[in-house]
């Protein structure tokens, strides 16, 4: 890999203590970091070398999910990376800031590539990306390119006009929009689920599928992003983007080469399908709930509207279930139910495809992809019960991941973009299109047109949400980390 510089903007903040510095401390100890290698991690506290270090370091150790990690390397890690106090809003402090990358290049050996990763609040992105051209730190003899976090715009005006502002200075080949749910290695084995395995490949379309559940569930509530997440809502900070990339990663033709070029054409053709929702639409296929106050595994949680910087009469949806169709030959009639809540009863992403029931198996095969935080796969499937000719018996085989250290979806995306590999990164014409499609929704909120229904905390999410399968005939299947997966939710 060639050497670089990586530059990351917001290191002193949550997502690079939670998330960035533990992903690079395991591709450090894996030796999945380029020799040589420096990050300029850059913030605006008046920190010491010393204060940053012990700060990561404390991260590190809070956060670093594999607790076998051999710390012992830790002062090794640090020794690379510099902290650097900034105010991005200051463009004379970019000259500084590129003076200064020159010459550690320089002393370091590095090559003219520099890794630019945005992990600030969004207000500030196109802001850096125009700084980072008009000091010269954006050219390059090398390589360049740029990380950039979500949410990519707020809808489809503001995203168009980032994406525009960005464009004047990077080239869509070097923008990696991160939409770290493509990280997730589930998520990227789907590819290779779908097209090796012909048990899996024949059936993967309408004749034999019924319907395909997604599900985000979350039992955290908006903890200290209130101020964020009150203008967002479910719709904006998860279904617009992850939720419709695990639809499109489902539903996608696996081309012959995972190249980054010929999956963007998949995909493309697939969100293109999403049957648009006109305005009465979306009262019958979009479901907007908001947590109400409740329990979460016994502790009493307060309701969303009673949160700390909340609005009281807030309307913002902590909960969003939604049924959308795939016009493509192969998808047609299949419905796609999408889920996703904050203090719902369990943390759990999967994704379970429900195939058609034969005349004889009451219970249908169903193909459940553990996505997060349980990774695997489980495949339901009915047998005679031994010795017992005509009765039939639900089984299950799951596959676990026997892996002593599973990457986190970060490491997976740090190295990819570091090799320059775009294939985990939702390109413009997907964030456009996604936008596009979820913009009735968004008005249908505004408007009050569609009813915000009130779900206790701890619970399953409003029971609007089970109505909209019911109406086809279908329910939500469970985790079957909690009962076993045959057991349809309403059965509870
Ligand atoms: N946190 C999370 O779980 C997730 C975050 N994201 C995205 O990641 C990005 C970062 O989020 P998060 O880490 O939570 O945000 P924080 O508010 O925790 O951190 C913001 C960072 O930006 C820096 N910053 C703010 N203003 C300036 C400025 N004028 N000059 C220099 N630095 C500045 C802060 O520096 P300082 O503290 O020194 O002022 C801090 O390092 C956002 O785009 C967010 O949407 C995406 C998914 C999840
Ligand atoms: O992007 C986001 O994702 C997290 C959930 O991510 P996960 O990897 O824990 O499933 C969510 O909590 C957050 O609100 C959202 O911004």
Request: aromatic share 10%; proline share 6%.
């Amino acid at each position: 890999m060639d050497s670089m510089t990586m530059l990351l903007f917001g290191a002193t903040g949550d997502l690079a203590a939670r998330k960035l510095f533990p992903a690079l401390f395991r591709m450090f100890l894996d030796q999945k970091l380029p020799e040589p290698f420096w990050i300029v991690a850059i913030g605006r506290r008046a920190w010491s070398q010393s204060r940053f270090r012990s700060r990561v370091e404390k991260s590190l150790l809070d956060f670093c999910q594999d607790r076998s990690a051999d710390f012992s390397r830790l002062p090794a890690f640090l020794q690379r990376v510099e902290y650097y106090e900034m105010d991005v809003r200051q463009p004379q402090a970019y000259l500084n800031l590129h003076q200064y990358v020159r010459s550690g290049e320089g002393e370091r050996l590095i090559g003219d590539n520099r890794l630019f990763y945005l992990s600030v609040s969004p207000d500030l992105f196109a802001g850096i990306a125009g700084n980072l051209q008009s000091s010269g730190l954006s050219q390059t003899n090398g390589w360049r390119r740029l990380m950039i976090e979500k949410p990519f715009g707020s809808d489809l005006a503001s995203a168009r006009d980032l994406n525009r502002k960005l464009g004047e200075v990077f080239a869509e080949e070097e923008i990696y929009r991160i939409d770290h749910y493509l990280g997730k290695p589930m998520v990227q084995s789907l590819g290779t689920l779908k097209s090796v395995n012909p048990i899996i490949h024949a059936v993967w379309n309408s004749p034999y599928i019924a319907n395909v559940q997604i599900t985000a569930s979350e039992t955290i509530g908006v903890e200290e992003r209130s101020a964020y997440y009150d203008q967002t809502g479910a719709i904006r900070d998860m279904l617009q983007n992850h939720l419709l990339q695990l639809a499109i990663m489902t539903a996608m033709h696996v081309p012959g080469r995972m190249t980054a070029e010929e999956v963007r054409a998949e995909k493309r053709s697939v969100i293109e399908a999403m049957r648009p929702l006109g305005q009465e639409d979306v009262r019958l296929h979009v479901v907007r709930g908001q947590y109400s106050n409740g329990s979460i595994d016994g502790t009493p949680v307060c309701a969303y509207r009673d949160e700390a910087g909340v609005a009281p009469r807030s309307m913002t949806d902590t909960f969003v279930a939604a049924r959308l169709f795939i016009d493509l030959p192969r998808w047609q009639g299949v419905p796609f139910y999408l889920r996703t809540g904050k203090r719902m009863n369990e943390k759990s992403t999967r994704i379970v495809v429900q195939c058609k029931s034969s005349e004889e198996a009451e219970l249908p095969n169903l193909v459940v992809i553990h996505v997060s935080p349980n990774q695997g796969m489980t495949l339901r499937l009915n047998l005679h019960a031994p010795g017992m000719p005509g009765q039939l018996e639900p089984v299950e085989m799951a596959y676990v991941p026997n892996q002593k250290h599973l990457p986190e979806s970060y490491e997976m995306l740090l190295a990819e973009a570091m090799r320059g590999d775009r294939t985990h990164f939702a390109h413009w014409e997907e964030v456009e299109l996604a936008w596009r499609w979820v913009e009735p929704i968004l008005a249908a909120f505004a408007e009050n047109r569609v009813p915000l229904h009130h779900y206790p905390a701890g619970t399953n999410g409003p029971d609007a949400a089970n109505r909209l399968l019911e109406e086809d005939g279908f329910t939500w299947w469970l985790d079957p980390e909690d009962e076993p997966l045959l057991t349809p939710v309403h059965a509870r």
